[in-house]
């Protein structure tokens, strides 16, 4: 492949989105372009240190293969769970083996790499990302939710991240929406994740299955209820299944009713739902798109009127925004240490 046209001058920026399962790298330059990616497995059962050590052996020869495309000014790297952003360490990553406490990511990229490196939670990386230069372009006050195996979330108002004061602003996925409602993984009760993540969407159907309803969803995995998932769901309800649409429906009913609040407190232009359970489409947004403006309705009319779409970057969100994180970062701070 020859390399395209980029002016030698051009500042990059390194975003590295480390999930479950996977490790997503990208290299964008100061327009969002992406101008290299790589995936590689997390294999997080075995340990901080090997993995940061295997991303950061992925890092350099990513580094090595841009040399000729700019110059790498810093690194974003985006964590699933509780981060410190400014001492660069993880504190509580909720699905990783010993959950990382105080495990010191940023140093240790500094180390490895020599580059300044900005951490933060994954959803708010998405959101950063989609913000820039996806979905939200040009939108000064959004809202996003994530949809996966949990439901991640973030703000941007006055076109910058919002952190609160301890960082975990944006927690949208534990807004309550079921005041006796099951138990999520945060140790609260009716968050909207427990009743409207993706392992939520699958057990609705389960049980559905299991009680003897008339659904297509039994033959679609062969009677093996392990089989099934929230895309079983989103085809079964494409091809109009009653049980699946009603699932759907639920599920945009709670996501919905999540967002309201968001949209009440907040008021932004736009709210950009990403994640793989929002490739479900229409189904879900039609029922979420009128139960947030019936919730969000005072007096005369929906508050705000927000748009509620789809986000754009698809997979790559957490490690665009990661990368352009590390550009804000770089331009406010200047090229230097990490803070
Ligand atoms: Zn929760």
Redesign the pocket.
């Known amino acids: 492949m020859t390399s395209e046209s980029v002016k030698p001058a051009s500042n990059l920026y390194m975003g590295v989105d480390v999930g479950g399962t996977t490790v997503n790298t990208a290299v964008i330059d100061e327009s969002g372009r992406v101008i290299t990616k790589e995936q590689i497995d997390t294999l997080a059962h075995q340990g901080s240190e090997a993995v940061l050590d295997r991303i950061c052996a992925s890092a350099d020869a990513l580094i090595k293969r841009v040399e000729a495309e700019g110059r790498l000014m810093a690194i974003g790297v985006a964590l699933p769970g509780i981060v410190h952003m400014d001492r660069g360490v993880s504190l509580f990553l909720t699905n990783f083996p010993g959950n990382w406490p105080e495990v010191p990511v940023a140093a240790f990229f500094l180390q490895r790499t020599g580059l300044p490196t900005y951490i933060m939670n994954d959803a708010r990386a998405a959101t950063w990302g989609e913000s820039r230069f996806g979905a939200g372009r040009g939108a000064h006050n959004m809202a996003m939710l994530t949809l996966g195996t949990g439901i991640g979330g973030g703000l941007v108002i006055n076109d910058d991240l919002y952190f609160g004061t301890r960082g975990w602003a944006g ?1 949208i ?2 807004i309550t929406v079921e005041l006796h409602g099951p138990r ?5 009760y009716g ?4 009743l409207a993540s993706g392992p939520a969407i699958s057990a609705a159907a389960m049980k559905a299955i299991r009680q003897g309803f008339a659904t297509k969803m039994r033959d679609m995995v062969s009677g093996d209820l392990n089989l099934v998932t929230p895309e079983i769901v989103a085809s079964a309800a494409e091809a109009g299944d009653v049980v699946a649409l009603e699932i759907m429906e639920q599920t945009g009913h709670y996501i919905g009713t999540a967002i309201a609040a968001v949209l009440l407190i907040f008021n932004p232009e736009l709210v950009v739902i990403g994640g793989g359970v929002a490739k479900a489409g229409r189904l879900l947004f039609e029922p979420i798109r009128r139960v947030a403006d019936i919730r969000s309705s005072l007096f005369i009319e929906p508050m705000g009127g927000a748009k509620i779409v789809p986000a754009e970057l698809g997979e790559d969100a957490g490690a665009i925004g990661a990368a352009a994180w590390a550009m804000r970062k770089t331009r406010v701070a200047g090229p230097g240490p990490t803070p």
């Open positions: 927690e996925g534990h999520c993984a945060c140790g609260n968050c909207v994740e427990a």
